[in-house]
C-alpha cells in the first residue's frame, strides 16, 4: 500500500461520452416558461384575461349597433339571433332602454383594459428611463431624481388627476395620461434599486473589465433582469389602473356614456340600484375578474422570472 | 435523566438512515443508508463536497428534515432511545437539551430583535426550571465561558452589534448553556476568517474537555478534521463511504475518494508541482450512476464497480465501500463475488459489517 | 502501526523530478527588467456621507492605504488577508472597476489612470478578471458562446462564425466540451461556471489576469482542477497573475511571490518559499499558524490572536496591528512601521522584524 500512489493503477478506459450532458438545451427564458406554466393559478389568470381582452375587442366590432339604444327592446329577453336573423350575441338580454347589456359590457371591457394597459405603458416608460438613469448614474444624478420620485409620491394622486380632468375635459387619452405620470414612481424605484445592485453583479463588472460600451451595459446585462420585476408591476398596474379608472368613473369625473368604460356602467347602474339592482352585477364581476386575472398573472411572473426558482435538470 | 445510560453503548447511533427528499423532479436520495455511531465525549469528523449529504444528515438527527424531505428508515438512537420514534412535544425537549446544533451562519440562527442574553435565557428556561433572573445570570455565565469580554455588557447587545466570530461564540453559548451531550457543528467555521477559525476551534476543544461533551464536526475542510477529530466519516453522493479512526483516514486512506480529496488539497507544509485531481464532478442527484456512485471519476475503476459494494472492513475500526482489498489492490478474479454473484445477494451485502 | 502515510511518498517523488511551477516563473521573471505592473502608494478610501441630499461626509473606509508593489512579466503575485483588508478592493482599483482616490498604477510603462476612455478600451484587451462566485460571474440570460464571445465582439470580431469558432477552441483549452456552447450558466456545476469564466478572461488573449479568489466557492475536488487549469494557462499563454485568496495554502501553491495585507497595508511581501518559511512579521506568523493541517500526527505552534479585526473605518494609530499583536511595544502605537527590506527582497512593515522567530512544528509518533 505505502508505495502506491493514487494515480498509478492502469486506468480502465472510461467511456466518455457518460458524462456528457444530454438533456435539451434550456434557456433562461424556456426555464421561466415553463416555470410559469406550473403556476395553476397563474395560468387560469393569464387565460381569463385572454378570453376578456379577445371577446371585449371582438364582440363590438362584429355586432351591429352594439351600444346602441332600441326603445322596442325594452327589457327583451336573451338572444344570439335577432328576428331578422342578424347576429345580436345579446346573452344578457336587454335593459329597459333596449341596450344589449352584454354587447355593451364587453365594449365597457375594452375602453377599461384599454386604459390600464396604455396607461401601464406610460408608467412602465417613464418608470424605466428615470430609474434606469437614475440607478446606472448613481452618485448626485441618484439624489436629485430620488427627490423628484419623494415629491411625485406625496402629492395626492386622486386628487391630481381630478385636477387634470377638470382641466382638459373626461377624454380617454387625458385619463390614460393622468393616471400614466401619477403612477410612474414605483416603476421608477423598482427599477433603480435592481440596477444599483446589478452595477455591482459581477458579471456585469466582467463585462466592463472586457471593455464593454456603458450601452451594451445597459441593454445586454442591466436591462434584461431589471425588467422581470417591471412585467410583475406591470401586470399588476393593469389591475390598478383599470380600478383607479372605474372609481374616477363612478364618481362621475371619468369618460362620459359615449365611450362607456366599466366604471361609467357601474355609475349608471347605480342610479338604478333600487329597482334593477342586477344592473351592478356584470360589470362588478368583470372587473373582479380583471383584478384577480391580473394578480395571478403577476404572482406568476414572479416566481418564472426569479432565477432562484430553479429547475431541476432531470 | 440522560445519566442512567451513559455508560452503555454509544452516546449516538444511527442504523441505516435515509432522508429522501420527494421533489417535482424526481427523488433526490440525500441521505442513503447512514450507519456510523459516536462515542461520549468523542468528537466524529463528517467530511464530504456539497450535495454529499452530510448536512442533511445531522437535520436528521435534529429531526428538522422538512418537507418535501422525509426520514423514510433508520433508526438514530441517542442514549439508547430511538429519537425517530419520539413524539415532536419530546423531540422539543431533546433538542437543545441533549443534542445542540450550531449553524454556519451565525446571523441567521439568531433572532434579530431579541438580545444575545435574552436568546440564551429563553433557551436555559426552556429546559430547566430556571427563572428569568437565573436565565440571564446563565447567559452572562455562558458569554463569558466561550470567552466574550465584558460579558455582562454584551448580554444586553443585538445579534447584529456584534462580528462574525462573537457572533458564533454566541451561538456556542447557547447551544452549550444547557450542558448538552452532544453538539452538532454544521460547519461552524467557514463562514470565519482563518484567525477567527482558530480562535473557535480553540474554545471548542477547550469546552469539549471542561463538558465532557461528544462533537459531530460537519466540515468540508479536512485541516479543520484533522485538528478537531478522533474518529472520520467520509461522505459521497448521500453514502458513507469510508469510515475510521482520525490517523488511519488521513495516514492509510482506503477508498480512492478519500485519496483523491486528501492529494487533491494544497499544502502549506508541502510544495508540489501539480495537484492530484479527482475527474469530473460530484454527480447529479437525479441522474446518479449504477452501482458505486464513485465509478466514473474513479482512476481504479473495474468491472466489479458496476455492483454496488458494501462497506467492507478494511482494518480494525476502518470500514470501506470499495472493491479493492485492504491492501489496496484490485480483487483477484474469483476472491470477490462476480457480479452476478453479488447482484443475487444485493441487500444482504450491502449490511454494515458489525 | 504503519503510519508512513501516503502523501509524503507521492510528493516525494514529484519534487524530485522536476522544478515547481514557481521556481520556473521565478526563473523566467527574472529575465525581463521592467516590471509588467507597477502599484504606487495606491489609496482608496470609501467615503461615507450622509445628510438630507446624501453630500455631507461623515468619514471613510481606509479599504487600501497606500500600497506599493510591481508585478514581473510571468510570475504570480499572491495577495493574502482576512476579510476586509483590502485585497478584492486592490484588485478592482487596478482593473478600473473603482476609481482609485490617490496613486497611480502603471502596466507596461502606461499610466491606467491617466488613460482616456479609448485607450483604457484598448488596455482592457491586456487585463483581465476572474471572479469568486461562479454562480454570480455569469450573465444567466446568455449562453456560454455569447458570454465567451462577449469580448471579442466588443473588440470588433463581429463575425458571427469566427466568434463561434474561437469561442469552441477556447472551451477546449479550459476543458470544457464544446458542444455545450449553446447551453446556458444554469446548466453548469461551480467548477465548469469557474471554466466558463477563465474561458471569459483569456478570450481577449490577455497578458495580465486579476484572479479575485477564484477557488474558493468551489468543492475541495473541483479547486485542485481549477487551479491545475490556471498554471497550465499561465505556462501556455505566458500569463502574469495577481491571485488574491484568503486561503494561505492556495496562494502558496500557485505563487512565486506573496504578499500579506492587514487592513488596507501590505504588511509583508517575500518570495513564497521564504514567507511561509521564514515569515518577518507577527500577523503572518499568527496567519500561518492558524491553518489547520490535514495532518493529524504533524502539531504545529498555535498563537491565537486575541480579539477581532478593527474596523477599517477607524484603524489603530502607529503599527495598524499593535491592537492584537502579541509582540507590540510602545514604539507600535505611536510610530507607523515602514515596509523596509530586511534582506534579501524580503519587505516586512514590522519595527521588530528582525525578531520575528519561524514557527515551531513537529510530528508527533
New interface residues.
Partial sequence: ??????DDVTQVPVDDTED??R?E?????Q?ARRRFVRHRLAVIGAITLAVLIVAAAVVPLVVENATGVSISKSFAPAEIVDDEGNLVLALLGYSRTGINMFTQLMAATATSLMIGFAAVLIIVFIGVVIGAVAGYAGG?VD?VLM?VVDIALSMPGLFIIIAFVAFWGASIWTIILAIGITGWTTAARLVRAEFLSLRE???V?????????PR?IIL??ML??ALAPIIVAASLGVADSVVLEAALSFLGFGIGAEQASLGTLLNVAFEYLNREPYLVLFPSIVLILIVLAANFLGDGMRDALD?RQ?VE?Q | MTTVSRSVGPLLEIQGLKTHFFTQDGTVRAVDGVSFQIGHAKTLGVVG??GCGKSITSLSVMRLIERPGKIVEGSIKLNGEDLLEKSDEEMRDIRGDQVSMIFQEPMTSLNPVFTCGEQISEAVQQHTAASRREGMDRAVEMLSLVGIPDAKRRAREYPHQL?G??RQRVMIAMALSTDPDLLIADEPTTAL???????I??LMRDLREKNRMAIMLIT????????MADEVVVMYAGKVVERGD??TI????HHPYT?????????????????????G??PSPYNLPAGCLFKRRCPFRMPICDVAPPMRQIGEEHTSRCWLTPAGEPPEVGADPTPEEAEAAGEQLTVEPR | ???????????G???S??????ERTVARGGLAAAPLLAVDDLVKHFEIRGGL???SKLGAVRAVDGVSFTVTEGETLGLVG??GCGKTTLG?VI?R?IPPTSGSVTFEGKPLFELNSRE??AA??D???V???PY????????VGEIVG??LY??GMTNKREREAAVRDLLKRVGL?Q??I???P??F?G??RQRI?IA?AL??RPKFIVCDEPVSAL???????V??LL?DLQDEFQLTYLFIA?N???V??LSSRVGVMYLGKLAELAEA?DL?ENPRHPYTK?????????????RRE?I??KG??PSPANPPSGCRFHTRCPMAQEICKVEEPPLRDIGGGHLSACHFAEDVTPLK?RRAS
Fill in positions: 500500500m505505502a508505495d502506491r500512489t493514487y456528457i450532458d438533456t438545451v434550456r434557456s433562461y427564458w426555464l448626485w439624489n427627490r453583479a459581477d458579471y463588472q466582467a463585462a466592463r473589465a472586457l471593455g464593454a460600451s451594451r445586454r446585462h434584461p433582469p432565477p430553479r435538470q | 463536497e456539497s462580528s466570530g462573537m476568517d482563518v484567525t477567527i477559525q482558530a480562535q476551534l480553540e468540508h475542510d479536512l485541516g479543520v478534521v484533522a485538528e482520525v490517523r488521513f495516514g492509510n486512506p485519496q483523491g480529496l486528501l492529494h487533491s488539497i494544497p499544502r502549506l507544509d508541502e510544495r508540489v508541482d501539480r495537484l492530484e485531481v479527482i475527474k464532478t460530484v | 502501526m504503519t503510519t508512513q502515510p501516503t502523501t509524503t511518498d507521492m510528493t517523488s514529484e519534487t523530478s522536476g522544478q515547481t511551477s514557481a441630499m446624501g453630500i482576512e476579510s478592482k482593473l472597476l483604457l478600451k482592457r484587451r487585463i483581465q478578471v471572479f469568486q462566485d454570480a460571474s455569469l450573465n444567466p440570460r446568455m449562453s462577449e469580448g466588443v473588440h466540451n458542444q455545450h449553446h447551453r446556458y444554469h446548466e456545476s467548477g465548469q469564466g471569459r478570450a481577449l468543492d475541495v475536488s473541483v479547486q485542485s482542477q487551479l491545475n498554471s484568503h494561505l495554502a492556495v502558496r501553491h518559499d511561509y499568527a496567519l500561518l499558524s492558524a491553518i489547520p493541517i490535514p495532518d493529524p500526527t504533524v498555535r491565537v490572536l477581532d479585526l512544528e
